[in-house]
């Protein structure tokens, strides 16, 4: 079985290399930017044919969540045009697609109307992106429901890892410059292990690959469990990592970003786990793993 990823320089893409020795039943064949650029229909022909993947992981992205503010373009042409251009050529090749999109599809606005606690977005949740990341996303999600049916679509969300660049690698970044640092309390969602991404995408694959069905083909909402704000994402980065600094809560209206975020985007994950049998971490557990 021949599974080929885009982006693998990526958080996720180095992920997938990471656990990709578990799984010698599969031909991983990891393709970074230079080899296969997503926006490059007749590059992603040309790779498609050489490698003929029965399964491809699109672990390409702009992700730049504020520059994308800024350059909307670029943005619109790697997670629109790109996810258009995979599932192109995956329907050539009949190969099934897996898409990695983003809890920034929600505006975290579906508690207000409501008087009930805050419910986790499910996959028939309305989308309604509050910045261009996140617009691009839902996008590149419709690009490949229109071309090519045979697609995992698989949101997640705040993606934390060794590799690459995320909010982990700044806090602990910045804790070795700093003695104080304020973090939003009033965004609430769910940390991430890119590890734990990729084992799911892979049992994703195996389970396909074992029992094919059309059935299962279509939205997925996974992140890990629980929920917390940037603060208690960062305070707990410093506790497991045994750092002392002085850590500040403070409203988003302290720290203003270019592209506005969802206040909440916990995602419910009850469709993965029901359909994959797939047990989820707590994100604190992951977290802690990842530190050790
Ligand atoms: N990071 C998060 O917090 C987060 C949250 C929710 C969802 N997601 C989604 O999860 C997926 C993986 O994210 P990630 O954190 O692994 O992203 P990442 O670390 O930013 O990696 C993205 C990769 O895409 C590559 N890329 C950019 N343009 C490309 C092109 N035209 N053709 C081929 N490759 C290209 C980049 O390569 P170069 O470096 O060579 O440009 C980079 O290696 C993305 O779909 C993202 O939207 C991420």
């Keep these: 079985m021949v599974v080929l990823v885009t982006g693998s320089s990526g958080q996720l893409g180095q992920s997938l290399q990471f656990i990709a020795p578990n799984y010698p039943q599969i031909d991983f064949v990891f393709c970074d930017s230079k ?3 997503i926006t490059n229909l007749e590059n992603c022909n040309q790779v498609f044919d050489q490698y003929k993947p029965n399964f491809c992981i699109n672990g390409a992205a702009y992700t730049a969540v504020d520059k994308a503010e800024s ?3 670029k943005a619109f042409a790697i997670n629109v045009n790109g996810a258009k251009n995979l ?3 995956s329907k050539k ?3 099934i697609l897996l898409h990695i999109s ?3 599809v929600f505006d975290g606005n579906r508690d207000v109307t409501s008087s009930a606690v805050e419910m986790p977005y499910t ?5 309604n992106p509050t910045g261009v990341y996140g617009q691009t996303k839902l996008d590149g999600e419709k690009a490949i429901q229109e071309f090519w049916d045979k697609h995992y679509i698989i949101r997640t969300s705040w993606v934390y890892s060794q590799f690459g660049n995320n909010f982990m690698k700044t806090m602990l970044r910045l804790a070795s410059e700093r003695d104080t640092i304020s973090v939003v309390n009033d965004q609430i969602g769910t940390p991430t292990n890119a590890v734990d991404l990729a084992e799911v995408l892979v049992k994703i694959i195996l389970t396909d690959n ?3 069905t059309t059935d299962n083909f279509g939205i997925y909402n996974f992140s890990n469990e629980g929920q917390c704000s940037w603060y208690d994402f960062a305070k707990k980065i410093f506790e497991i990592n045994n750092i002392s600094i002085n850590l500040l809560p403070i409203p988003t209206t302290s720290f203003p970003t270019p592209a506005k975020r969802p206040s909440f985007s916990v995602l419910d994950k009850s469709k993965i786990k029901t359909v994959f049998g797939i047990e989820i971490n707590n994100w604190e557990e992951s977290l802690r793993n990842q530190s050790e």
């Design 35 to 37: 080899k296969l650029d």
């Design 93 to 95: 090749f009949d190969t």
């Design 123 to 127: 996959e028939i949740d309305i989308p």
């Design 210 to 212: 074992r029992q094919p």
């Design 71 to 73: 350059e909307p373009e």
């Design 102 to 104: 983003t809890d920034f």
């Design 87 to 89: 599932a192109e050529v």
